[in-house]
């Protein structure tokens, strides 16, 4: 069993940065690969950003790629989304993921290959 829980949301101008962090509680963290979706409202929960096991190797959504990072700190147990140059399209609502599936593209995109799941955290980019 995991629990995840993310913090670091807020109200952000268009062009600014914003740090989000999911802190997993539980066993063998390190095994899972963790995912990052977020739901704005009105619409079905979308792909953001996945990091493997080891941080070693990550993956983006077309509309995020070149302005968020993601990164892992398996001694902490957390998993950290950078998230700069934020645009008012990037307001939804932020969740974090974790499953044991292969990290492979299609895999990882999709909310049904995660096992764990947190609260989600709100973010809010204004113009």
């Known amino acids: 069993q995991v629990q995840l829980l993310e913090s670091g949301g807020g109200l952000v101008q268009a062009g600014g940065s914003l740090r989000l962090s999911c802190a997993a509680s539980?066993?063998?963290?390190?095994?899972?690969?963790m995912g990052w979706f977020r739901q704005a409202p009105g619409k079905g929960r979308e792909f953001v950003a996945a990091i493997n096991w080891s941080g070693g190797t990550t993956y983006y959504s077309e509309s995020v790629k070149g302005r968020f990072t993601s990164s892992r700190d398996n001694a902490k147990n957390t998993v950290y989304l950078q998230m700069n140059s934020l645009k008012p399209e990037d307001t939804a609502i932020y969740y974090c993921?974790?499953?044991?599936?292969?990290?492979?593209?299609?895999?990882?995109?999709?909310?049904?290959?995660?096992?764990?799941w947190g609260q989600g955290t709100q973010v809010t980019v204004s113009v």
């Open positions: 539980g066993r063998e963290f390190s095994s899972y690969t």
């Open positions: 993921a974790a499953g044991l599936a292969p990290f492979l593209h299609y895999r990882i995109r999709s909310v049904t290959d995660y096992e764990y």
